[in-house]
Structure formats: structure tokens, C-alpha cells
């Protein structure tokens, strides 16, 4: 999450955090992609590209966790 904090203006950052989370702490994997779609969309919308290239990069680590049964998650 920080490292997509760290493309987007001071100001947005709790607004963004707070939608990062929604993102890492959604039910399923599906849910997560597409909250991820909607956090994408407002950042092109805004003109935020580096924000968007961070996230899909980081993607993979950030959700690897639905890889494992959800009694073995640390949420």
C-alpha cells in the first residue's frame, strides 16, 4: 500500500488508504479485482498513471493470501 501512497498527492492519501483496504481486506479474491478496477478508474480519472502502474506491479504480493484457505488468514 505505501508504495501506492507514495505516487499520489499528500492530500489523497487517506482517502486512497482507506479504499487500499477495502481492496486488501475484501472477502474474495474476486471482490478484490474488482475493487481494484474501481481504485484504477478514479486514479486515471485524476490523472494518477503511476499510482495505477505501482498497484498492478505490486499485485500479485498484495493478494496472495486468497491462494490459502480463509482460516488462515491474518486479517
Known amino acids: ?16 488508504k482507506a479504499r487500499l483496504r ?3 481486506y475484501a472477502s474474495t479474491r474476486a471482490e478484490a479485482e474488482h475493487k481494484r478496477k474501481e481504485f484504477e478508474a478514479g486514479c486515471r480519472q485524476h490523472g494518477y498513471g503511476k499510482a495505477v502502474e505501482t498497484l498492478r506491479r505490486d499485485w500479485e504480493r498484495m493478494v496472495t493470501f486468497y491462494r ?5 488468514w491474518d486479517t
Open 22 to 24: 477495502e481492496i486488501v
Open 1 to 16: 500500500m505505501l508504495n501506492v501512497l507514495e505516487q499520489l498527492p499528500r492530500y489523497q492519501h487517506a482517502a486512497a
Open 68 to 72: 490459502y484457505r480463509k482460516e488462515h
